[in-house]
Nanobody, 121 residues
Framework: QVQLVESGGGLVQPGGSLRLSCAAS????????MDWHRQAPGKEREFVAT???????SYLDSVKGRFTISRDNAKNTVYLQMNSLKPEDTAVYYC???????????????WGQGTQVTVSS
């Protein structure tokens, strides 16, 4: 199957930076898009950023100019560099990958376990 291991969360002061990582392993044939999502307490999970196989990116409006998504295809890893963090960025951050397998058709999505990001003074 597919395993995702997230790391990099923590407590940071407003204006600070964090870098999240999400490493994928398993029996997939290829990874297509890779995303980050987040869920704040009492709120629904929301999309944060995505990156295609070719490196095209898209962001939630409120993080544009502050967050940067990137990927290392050789390491099957996606990153989220978060700068100028605000208290409203506090949430559990989840990565999601879209994979294909040799043995079956279609695209399948897998979620990481989540990593807590807390922005507070």
């Amino acid at each position: 199957q597919v395993q995702l291991v997230e790391s990099g969360g923590g407590l940071v002061q407003p204006g600070g930076s964090l870098r999240l990582s999400c490493a994928a392993s398993g029996s997939f044939f290829s990874i297509n898009a890779m995303d980050w999502h987040r869920q704040a307490p009492g709120k629904e999970r929301e999309f944060v950023a995505t990156i295609s196989t070719g490196g095209s990116t898209s962001y939630l409006d409120s993080v544009k100019g502050r967050f940067t998504i990137s990927r290392d295809n050789a390491k099957n890893t996606v990153y989220l560099q978060m700068n100028s963090l605000k208290p409203e960025d506090t949430a559990v951050y989840y990565c999601r990958i879209h994979v294909q397998f040799r043995s079956r058709r279609g695209e399948y999505n897998y979620w990481g376990q989540g990593t807590q990001v807390t922005v507070s003074s």
